[in-house]
């Protein structure tokens, strides 16, 4: 099988395996009992909040494990919104925002919140300026993604932090496409809260984490006992952590180096498919791009039948953001470019990631080509349009 869906979610890497088994089996005391066991699960805990803080240039006592990115999201956002309601109760995020940013703010809007949602130019990029004027006084929270998990598409967040301190306005961005692929200072670029997710960057599924700056409220999200500074109560996913530590703290290290390894691929990828595919169009920015991140529209087809196909072919990839698979609305990331619907349902999205190979990448280029043919080929408006082009040039059109 070629795996190309990494920005869905990764394979748990050997080293982060090896780290968090012992944890299960000889470790498993529970963090808050005062015995050795018990406190060797905590001594594994806060080494992994050390690492997660040290990728982040963060404070250990600024991260809190999560149990997803998701639940990251929500905490940082409905925190915000309950412990700065006295301020006001006005929230901006991006259009392009993945769910669990976009479902909370409709949340909260039916709590009596007013949310703007900024448009994203083709690239689907947001404009500082509109961000600027789009601040009132009664604003409290900035949420916008560092990284779409669709097109890739990185945004101003140096900038976005800059703008959000001017004005005295909480940061949050959502880093869990970003983190251990691009470069992240909280400090230098003015991140109040950043959430990111274990099973992007090889650890398993089922953890995440909030960083949030000192000092900014941060409010409890689940009640009971006392973990997480009694902030996130319920007994700790030891075993979850210590692979998130690790695997943040394995992935930085490598960066540089898989970052140009998937540049290299991705640009292949995209060169080869434009070039041999007609009618093909690049989605998101080429310059302001995830490394691993590849997503193209075909006109003329469905996504889904290309996936079906890729499938038969041994090939994972996807045709927009996972969580939505099983919706058949076209995605809000791609309409918010601009792009018309059918460009947007024609949208197939590869993910690179450490273990793909350039052998894998040059079978996709072979294998696509005819199965995008072969679907054009079944295709009514293809047919059409091959009827009209054929009748234009008659007509000397
Ligand atoms: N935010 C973004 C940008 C994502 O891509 C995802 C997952 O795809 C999430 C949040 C949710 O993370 P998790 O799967 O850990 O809940």
Same mark, same amino acid.
């Given at each position: 099988?070629?795996?190309?869906?990494?920005?869905?979610?990764?394979?748990?890497?050997?080293?982060?395996?090896?780290?968090?088994?012992?944890?299960?089996?000889?470790?498993?005391?529970?963090? %808050?009992?005062?015995?050795?066991?018990?406190?060797?699960?905590?001594?594994?805990?806060?080494?992994?909040?050390?690492?997660v803080a040290a990728a982040l240039s963060a404070d250990?006592?600024?991260?809190?494990?999560?149990?997803?990115?998701?639940?990251?999201?929500?905490?940082?956002? $409905?925190?915000?919104?309950? %412990?700065?309601?006295?301020?006001? $109760?006005?929230?901006i995020a991006s259009q392009v925002e993945h769910h669990a940013v976009l479902h909370t703010c409709?949340?909260?809007?039916?709590?009596?919140?007013?949310?703007?949602?900024?448009?994203?130019? &083709?690239?689907?990029?947001i404009n500082p300026g509109d961000l600027e004027k789009a601040i009132r006084p009664d604003t409290i929270l900035i949420s916008v993604m560092f990284a779409n998990n669709e097109i890739g598409s990185i945004q101003p967040v140096k900038e976005i932090g800059r703008i959000a301190r001017e004005h005295k306005?909480?940061?949050?961005?959502?880093a869990v496409q970003a983190a251990g692929h691009v470069p992240i200072n909280v400090n230098e670029m003015n991140i109040d809260m950043l959430s990111l997710s274990g099973h992007k960057m090889y650890a398993p599924k089922g953890i995440g984490a909030l960083y949030a700056k000192q000092g900014i409220k941060l409010a409890p999200f689940i009640h009971g006992g006392a973990q997480e500074r009694k902030k996130r109560a319920g007994t700790e996913n030891v075993a979850n952590i210590a692979a998130l530590g690790e695997a943040i703290s394995l992935i930085? %290290? @490598?960066?540089?180096? @898989?970052?140009a390894k998937a540049e290299k691929l991705r640009d292949k990828l995209i060169n080869g498919i434009l070039t041999e595919i007609p009618h093909a169009r690049l989605n998101g920015s080429a310059k302001s791009r995830l490394p691993g991140n590849v997503n193209i529209s075909f006109e003329f087809i469905e996504g889904e039948s290309l996936l079906l196909l890729l499938d038969m072919k041994g090939i994972a990839a996807s045709s927009g953001s996972a969580c939505t698979s099983g919706s058949l609305d076209p995605s809000h990331v791609l309409m918010a470019t601009g792009l018309k619907h059918e460009m947007a349902h024609g949208s197939l999205r590869l993910t690179?990631?450490?273990?793909?190979? &350039? &052998?894998?990448?040059? $079978?996709?280029?072979? &294998?696509?080509?005819?199965?995008?043919?072969?679907?054009?080929d079944m295709s009514p408006l293809y047919e059409q349009y091959i009827k009209d082009n054929i009748k234009d040039k008659k007509e000397g059109k």
């Amino acid at each position: 099988m070629i795996y190309l869906d990494n920005a869905a979610t990764t394979r748990v890497r050997q080293e982060v395996l090896d780290k968090m088994l012992p944890y299960l089996t000889d470790f498993y005391g529970n963090p %808050s009992s005062i015995y050795a066991l018990g406190r060797e699960a905590k001594k594994a805990i806060e080494d992994a909040r050390a690492k997660v803080a040290a990728a982040l240039s963060a404070d250990k006592n600024e991260i809190y494990f999560t149990g997803s990115g998701t639940e990251a999201d929500n905490w940082a956002i $409905k925190s915000a919104a309950l %412990s700065y309601a006295g301020k006001g $109760k006005h929230i901006i995020a991006s259009q392009v925002e993945h769910h669990a940013v976009l479902h909370t703010c409709e949340a909260l809007k039916k709590e009596g919140y007013e949310i703007t949602y900024l448009p994203v130019d &083709e690239y689907g990029i947001i404009n500082p300026g509109d961000l600027e004027k789009a601040i009132r006084p009664d604003t409290i929270l900035i949420s916008v993604m560092f990284a779409n998990n669709e097109i890739g598409s990185i945004q101003p967040v140096k900038e976005i932090g800059r703008i959000a301190r001017e004005h005295k306005v909480l940061f949050h961005t959502d880093a869990v496409q970003a983190a251990g692929h691009v470069p992240i200072n909280v400090n230098e670029m003015n991140i109040d809260m950043l959430s990111l997710s274990g099973h992007k960057m090889y650890a398993p599924k089922g953890i995440g984490a909030l960083y949030a700056k000192q000092g900014i409220k941060l409010a409890p999200f689940i009640h009971g006992g006392a973990q997480e500074r009694k902030k996130r109560a319920g007994t700790e996913n030891v075993a979850n952590i210590a692979a998130l530590g690790e695997a943040i703290s394995l992935i930085v %290290s @490598e960066m540089d180096g @898989e970052a140009a390894k998937a540049e290299k691929l991705r640009d292949k990828l995209i060169n080869g498919i434009l070039t041999e595919i007609p009618h093909a169009r690049l989605n998101g920015s080429a310059k302001s791009r995830l490394p691993g991140n590849v997503n193209i529209s075909f006109e003329f087809i469905e996504g889904e039948s290309l996936l079906l196909l890729l499938d038969m072919k041994g090939i994972a990839a996807s045709s927009g953001s996972a969580c939505t698979s099983g919706s058949l609305d076209p995605s809000h990331v791609l309409m918010a470019t601009g792009l018309k619907h059918e460009m947007a349902h024609g949208s197939l999205r590869l993910t690179i990631g450490k273990y793909n190979t &350039e &052998e894998e990448i040059d $079978k996709v280029l072979e &294998e696509l080509p005819p199965i995008v043919k072969r679907l054009r080929d079944m295709s009514p408006l293809y047919e059409q349009y091959i009827k009209d082009n054929i009748k234009d040039k008659k007509e000397g059109k």
